[in-house]
T-cell receptor, first 115, second 117 residues
Framework: GDSVTQMEGPVTLSEEAFLTINCTYT??????LFWYVQYPGEGLQLLLK?????DKGSNKGFEATYRKETTSFHLEKGSVQVSDSAVYFC??????????????FGTGTRLTIIP | DTGVSQNPRHKITKRGQNVTFRCDPI?????LYWYRQTLGQGPEFLTY????????KSRLLSDRFSAERPKGSFSTLEIQRTEQGDSAMYLC???????????????FGEGSWLTVV
């Protein structure tokens, strides 16, 4: 079945450091890929997405490129801020026989940015 | 606020009691999902509705769980005879059906925390 493996945390960085959170996936076909962010006590917010190979998703300074050859979708940001502290989830979307656009999530990576 | 709305946000219940959560999706979103998230894990799919039809259920959804979406708008998730292992955050999400769009966004609510004591 589909699965997502992402870098285990927690990850602690200083403000303005470079961030990479690794994500690889296993899926049949060509899934769409997503990064969601979860701030303390809140639900999931979509951060960025890519729907086909070589697409780059970007938002709020974060970027991720859909790499089919390495089945990866690593999240990067050039200069992190304290406000980026959250849990980040990589996810893939597959479509079932019932038309269900089901998301399969990784276990999440907790990011803490210290001033 | 036009986002996905869930209530109650927090529920503490004794083992063996029944609980019900409600989800109001984004207006005109045909698709509605329930996910469960336990501490330190990513959300796991529970069930999916297209309009009022429940089209798919995960094996995670035991017989004690039932979900409805009677008029194709709001949905309820009921857990009967709760067990401590049911303690988790229950997330509702919705998305539109847009023909020809391959990157539909699934929007999540803030979740309903359940603690079974």
């Amino acid at each position: 079945g589909d699965s997502v493996t992402q870098m285990e945390g927690p990850v602690t960085l200083s403000e303005e450091a470079f961030l990479t959170i690794n994500c690889t996936y296993t899926a049949t076909g060509y899934p769409s890929l997503f990064w969601y962010v979860q701030y303390p006590g809140e639900g999931l917010q979509l951060l960025l997405k890519a729907t086909k190979a070589d697409d780059k998703g970007s938002n709020k300074g974060f970027e991720a490129t859909y790499r089919k050859e390495t089945t990866s979708f690593h999240l990067e940001k050039g200069s992190v801020q304290v406000s980026d502290s959250a849990v980040y989830f990589c996810a893939l979307r597959s479509i079932s026989n019932f038309g269900n656009e089901k998301l399969t999530f990784g276990t999440g990576t907790r990011l803490t940015i210290i001033p | 606020d036009t986002g996905v709305s869930q209530n109650p946000r927090h529920k503490i219940t004794k083992r063996g009691q029944n609980v019900t959560f409600r989800c109001d999706p984004i207006s005109e979103h045909n698709r509605l999902y329930w996910y469960r998230q336990t501490l330190g894990q990513g959300p796991e799919f529970l069930t999916y509705f297209q309009n009022e039809a429940q089209l798919e259920k995960s094996r995670l959804l035991s017989d004690r769980f039932s979900a409805e979406r009677p008029k194709g708008s709001f949905s309820t998730l009921e857990i009967q005879r709760t067990e401590q292992g049911d303690s988790a955050m229950y997330l509702c999400a919705s998305s539109p059906i847009e023909l020809g769009e391959s990157g539909n966004t699934i929007y999540f609510g803030e979740g309903s925390w359940l603690t079974v004591v």
